[in-house]
């Protein structure tokens, strides 16, 4: 069965620095797709970055961009110039491309952003 | 705003009672999921629907339930609540099972 692994219960960066958020999955599949949700005191999930497992290239979403490393199942997301509004809970998660497309979540990391 | 709305936003009940969750998906979206979410906790994966259909079940118990109606909403019926059965709700939907999902606002649901 697929897991998906945060070690980071929470994390702290200064405001307009960089911080990378850390997650690492199991599956054997080789197709599959891997995202990062946002979810802020509202409790409202927001999407904020996903990638393809077939691509190469890492995805970048303004701010944030992400580092896969597929054979280390591997797949951090890196905040630049954190904002205030970055502050959340993010969760790293993971669908299956065929079967049920559900997806399996960490169990999320606290960011905290400090002024 | 995602496009998917539930209702009740917030609900306290007591132990032993029984609820029911409702989903509206996005426009034109024909699968729903269902995802508990626990105090600190990533979303679970309870069950699927697609254009009425159960289409996979995840960590559901037996007190729980759910169906897809003719117009794609869809109610999850909680029933027999435990103190543990609180949690945060979600509902998501996609066009089809394989497409990216969005996630509704949740139901906070309290058993006192």
């Known amino acids: 069965a697929q897991t998906v692994t945060q070690s980071q219960p929470e994390m702290s960066v200064q405001e307009a620095e960089t911080v990378t958020l850390s997650c690492t999955y199991d599956t054997s599949e080789s197709d599959y797709y891997l995202f990062w949700y946002k979810q802020p005191p509202s409790r409202q999930m927001i999407l904020v970055i996903r990638q393809e497992a077939y691509k190469q290239q890492n995805a970048t979403e303004n701010r944030f961009s992400v580092n896969f490393q597929k054979a280390a199942k591997s797949f951090s997301l890196k905040i630049s110039d954190s904002q205030l509004g970055d502050a959340a809970m993010y969760f790293c998660?993971?669908?299956?491309?065929?079967?049920?497309?559900?997806?399996?979540f960490g169990t999320g990391t606290r960011l905290k952003v400090l002024a | 705003d995602s496009g998917v709305t539930q209702t009740p936003k917030h609900l306290i009940t007591a132990t032993g009672q029984r609820v029911t969750l409702r989903c509206s998906p996005r426009s034109g979206d024909l699968s729903v999921y269902w995802y508990q979410q626990s105090l600190d906790q990533g979303l679970q994966f309870l069950i699927q629907?697609?254009?009425?259909?159960?289409?996979a079940k995840g960590n559901i118990l037996e007190r729980f339930s759910a169906q897809q109606f003719p117009d794609l909403h869809s109610e999850l019926n909680l029933s027999s609540l435990e103190l543990g059965d609180s949690a945060l709700y979600f509902c998501a939907s996609s066009v089809a099972a394989g497409n990216e999902q969005f996630f509704g606002p949740g139901t906070r649901l309290t058993v006192l």
């Open positions: 998660a993971y669908k299956e491309s065929s079967g049920t497309y559900k997806y399996i």
């Open positions: 629907y697609y254009n009425g259909e159960e289409r």
